[in-house]
């Protein structure tokens, strides 16, 4: 799918048209974004996507075949970085080894030309902003992988940058300290009330973080939205699949339909069933059908799809259900209120959803 959102005027950050070509292969194939004053955006999709490319040209480390960047409605495509101000945190630190944390941090009002009392200054405020006041005096080696990243948020916003941009600077850290750094970045942008740009490929990340999150796949802009909106209504079946978990059930729709109509198929194995139409569609048109797995329903009363439970996964505070129906294996997801009354592997029940919860996509 082929979505593109246009930066209306007063967008702080504005990409508009993007093209970059590296040999035949479009990395940016013609993308349209917006982000507002203050927003926490998200570029979001698998490798190859385009996201870190469309980053560098924000930043002005890339420049792109076609199309331009604004930064509060000027035109800053061709500009070089140091005259964006921006700011910018990458996967690895980059921090010099040999200078104390306060003098990384201090780095780039020296560049600058900033004088060494106002400098001293502005570091220690950035270092208790990140909440690593008094750390100033140690060497980057007797920092913690998260407080080198802290670090190096301190450096970037130092100077005061209209906008951060963040290119998977939580990637290198466990599970655990991710999720630490995922709150101390938002607590981080709210104080200061900048815009950031964050790429990732984390789609959990993505989700927690960010304000809007725009999904790319193969140079080209799939969807752009909320992270609810994204979730519960996903434009195509590459965001259904890519955000979050999903079943996808091949079918045949039974009538044509309009986007957000109801439509009735004939699901994979022979079984009727109604859901949702999320693309035009027409009588007997290849159809596949997105379902959460929190969204399914297991019933001993009959009137659903005819299902099987192979296999019962616990994980803590759910339990996902493996369960064999006429088509494909689907995924059934319980919490732990529902998981109590949990059917054992061969129980043999009825598989049931609302039809608002079945999006049908035209199959590719």
Known sequence: MDLQHRSPPGDHVGVHDLVKRYGDVAAVDSVSLGVKKGEFLALLGPSGSGKTTILMNIAGFDFPDSGRIEIDGQDVTWTPPY???????????TLFPHMSVLDNIAFPLRMRKIGRAEREERARAALKTVRLDGY???????LSGG?????????AVVYNPEVLLMDEPLSALDKNLREEMQIEIKHLQRE???????????QTEALTMADRIAVLDHGKLQQLD?????????????VAGFIGETNFWPATAANDAAPGDEVAVELEGGERATVMAADRLSRQQAVRVAIRPENLRLSADSGGCAATVNEAIYAGSVTTLLV??????LRVRLTAATAASEPAAGTSLSLGWQPRHARAYAAA
């Open 192 to 202: 200061l009330g900048v815009t950031v740009i964050f790429v990732t490929h984390d």
């Open 83 to 93: 005259k964006r101000n921006l700011g910018m945190v990458f996967q690895r630190y």
């Open 136 to 142: 100033g005096d140690r060497k980057p080696s007797q």
């Open 324 to 329: 064999r129906t006429k088509g494909p294996i």
């Open 147 to 155: 407080q080198q990243q802290r670090v190096a948020m301190a450096r």
């Open 226 to 238: 909320t992270p609810r909106a994204l979730y519960e209504a996903p434009a195509s079946a590459f």
